[in-house]
């Protein structure tokens, strides 16, 4: 079942402006991640907050997590043509760390040079 | 370049045939897993395995097969595929289990399958 849905499904922006991703989850979760997909291209992780976590940076990155909303959220701050992707959020299945990750259907970001 | 290989990239086949997919992670990463990416649709879990021991089939058609020689490589066996099976097939590897790992996945780049 789909665990993560992200919102919203394509964004474009101009080349230094900030992009804002979010994602919904329904089950309780000790980790969430963001992953990234250039087209056609395997995945890579981003980031991951814990659920004990509200907040982490990682250079232009920010995630933001709300358990009791049950959302997060993808901040890139003054964005670049080459952030154009696709960002995927993703909650483990299941119980412990099992690297098994339910992920949600994406959101399409274009970067306008 | 994330460790994990996976050949060939892309895979034109017909429906009578038998192909394969391979994988190979260089990260001493004790669990690896298929993924099917199509068009559309959120990337769907097809196989888990951990320590070379298979711990999840989610529901995957038998013309689908893996194989797990060791940790370090999987395999996707593929017989009498129907053109719907075209997708994007990705391999992943993680570090699995214990309160400290985080299950980040590292993920190849991906067989992209067409069934004719």
């Known amino acids: 079942s789909q665990q993560g849905e992200e919102d919203p499904q394509a964004l474009s922006i101009q080349e230094g402006e900030n992009a804002t991703m979010n994602c919904s989850y329904k089950?309780?979760?000790?980790?969430l991640q963001w992953y990234r997909q250039n087209s056609g291209r395997g995945l890579v992780h981003l980031i991951l907050i814990r659920s004990n976590e509200r907040e982490k940076h990682s250079g232009r990155l920010r995630v933001t997590l709300d358990t009791s909303k049950k959302s997060s959220s993808l901040l890139i701050t003054a964005s670049r043509a080459a952030d154009t992707a696709s960002y995927f959020c993703a909650t483990p299945h299941g119980s412990g760390n099992t690297g098994k990750l339910i992920f949600g259907q994406g959101t399409t970001l274009q970067v306008k040079p | 370049e994330t460790g994990v290989t996976q050949t060939p990239r892309h895979l034109v086949m017909g429906m009578t045939n038998k192909k394969s997919l391979k994988c190979e992670q260089h990260?001493?990463?004790?669990?690896m897993y298929w993924y099917k990416q199509s068009a559309k649709k959120p990337l769907e879990l097809m196989f888990v395995?951990?320590?070379?021991?298979?711990?999840e089939n989610n529901s995957v058609p038998s013309r689908f097969s893996p194989e797990c020689p060791n940790s370090s490589h999987l395999f996707l066996h593929l017989h009498t595929l129907q053109p719907e099976d075209s997708a994007l097939y990705l391999c992943?590897?993680?570090?699995?289990?214990?309160?400290?790992?985080?299950?980040?996945?590292?993920f190849g780049e991906g067989s992209r399958l067409t069934v004719l």
């Open positions: 990260l001493g990463h004790n669990a």
């Open positions: 992943a590897s993680s570090q699995a289990g214990g309160a400290r790992l985080t299950g980040e996945l590292f």
């Open positions: 089950t309780s979760i000790n980790n």
């Open positions: 395995y951990n320590f070379k021991e298979q711990t």
